[in-house]
């Protein structure tokens, strides 16, 4: 931060930029945040993690990924134990969920074998942190900057493959339209008349279309609708990894599983909740993934879906209670802190509720564990 102005370096650019060419879109506004080569959150901060701006489901409780482990080993002996399976992390933070996954699911023979780790991450400091974290795993470990990875046979071998992903639906940049003056207007990020300073304006000079819109009402002035271009991307990069052998995935994020209005880009430091505005660049962005959104891309791009369940419901399925019990009587002095992090996975009112899971498949893959009817 500049404190003589008080302003980070990345809000000083992003200001110059909308004095010189106008008003960004909201999708603009978060990318640089998140993303800028010099300034992004995501390019300089190591964020994740009970020191950092915001703790995740890995961090709380090493069960999360012991679950998500097995889970993969189950899915695997349902496709028919292939002799090569790729499994793919999406956004793998510190890589604590991968580290857990790989010890639990040690238990299932031949699964460490066939297996080939992928992990794309956009983020250089956390890509040297997650081989640090799986140094001890023994299996080798593909890094890939990009989701684009998965639909090239090249970079991810033309074989079998699980997808996980915890927590990065919520960081792809949205856009947002706002209805104003009876019509549905781009929302950007503009300059405020009075101190100058970052605000949001609706573009007047267009009119926006939405693709989808909710069906509970009809839109009233100030009405927020979000889209995420990227979610649809990643929709398509399944499918097309999907043609390449079975697939099966397995997101978990923050969210909601009908469409609605309202705004819910948020920015996140030191573990509180603070304005999008707050230091650009040194704060995390994120907002809900639209899950209902995001079933339908997939299915319209060819894949079946499983869920969204809320968080609780799947890890319950997957007797989440019974290994926490298990592992609190090997380890009866962390008895407390385990019960702890569990009950924080599960809370009806935080995790257990906010959050979503979401399977997705091939047609021809079983119905995925947890999400049987
Ligand atoms: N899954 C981890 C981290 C979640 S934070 C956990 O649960 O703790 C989001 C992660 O996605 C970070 O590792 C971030 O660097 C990565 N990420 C964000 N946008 C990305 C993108 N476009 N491509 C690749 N990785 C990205």
């Known amino acids: 931060m500049d404190s003589a102005r008080g302003e980070t370096p990345l809000e000083t650019k992003l200001k110059a930029l909308i004095r010189r060419e106008g008003p960004i879109g909201v999708d603009a506004y978060m990318r640089a945040c998140l993303h800028d080569p010099e300034h992004g959150y995501y390019r300089r901060r190591l964020a994740i993690g009970a020191a950092g701006d915001f703790i995740t489901a890995p961090e709380i409780s090493q069960v999360f990924g012991e679950l998500i482990g097995l889970w ?21 933070g510190r890589g604590t969920l991968m580290r857990d996954a790989l010890r639990a699911a040690r238990i299932v023979p031949g699964f460490h074998g066939a297996l080939a780790v992928h992990l794309v991450e956009s983020n250089a400091a956390l890509r040297a942190i997650q081989e640090e974290t799986l140094a001890g795993t023994g299996t080798p470990l593909h890094f890939h900057t990009d989701a684009d990875a998965l639909s090239s046979a090249e970079h991810l071998p033309a074989a079998p493959t699980l997808i996980v992903a915890n927590e ?18 781009t929302r950007t990020v503009a300059l405020g008349a009075g101190d100058g300073g970052l605000c949001f304006a609706a573009d007047m000079t267009t009119r926006a279309t939405p693709a989808t819109q909710p069906t509970d009402r009809a839109a009233r002035e100030g009405d927020i609708l979000e889209t995420c271009p990227a979610h649809d991307a990643l929709a398509a990069l399944l499918a097309a990894r999907a043609r390449h052998g079975p697939l099966a995935a397995l997101l978990i994020d923050y969210g909601h599983a009908a469409t609605g209005y309202g705004d819910t880009l948020q920015g996140v430091a030191g573990q509180a909740h603070v304005s999008p505005f707050h230091a650009p660049g040194e704060t995390d962005l994120s907002a809900q993934v639209d899950f209902r959104h995001f079933a339908a891309a997939c299915a319209s791009a060819g894949l079946a879906v499983d869920g969204p369940l809320p968080q609780a419901e799947l890890l319950g399925r997957l007797g989440i209670v019974e290994r926490a019990s298990r592992l609190m009587a090997a380890n009866p002095a ?40």
Not at 171 to 184: N, V
């Open 72 to 92: 993969c080993a189950v899915v695997w002996q349902q496709m028919g134990a292939p002799a090569r399976v790729n499994l793919v992390e999406l956004g793998p």
């Open 168 to 185: 990065f639906l919520d960081a792809l940049p949205i856009a947002q339209l706002e209805f104003a003056g009876g019509d549905w207007r």
């Open 334 to 373: 962390r008895a407390a802190e385990i019960e702890a992090g569990v009950g924080r996975l599960l809370a009806p009112s935080g995790m257990g509720s906010r959050f979503q899971a979401l399977g997705v498949r091939n047609e021809n893959v079983a119905a995925l564990p947890g999400f049987e009817r």
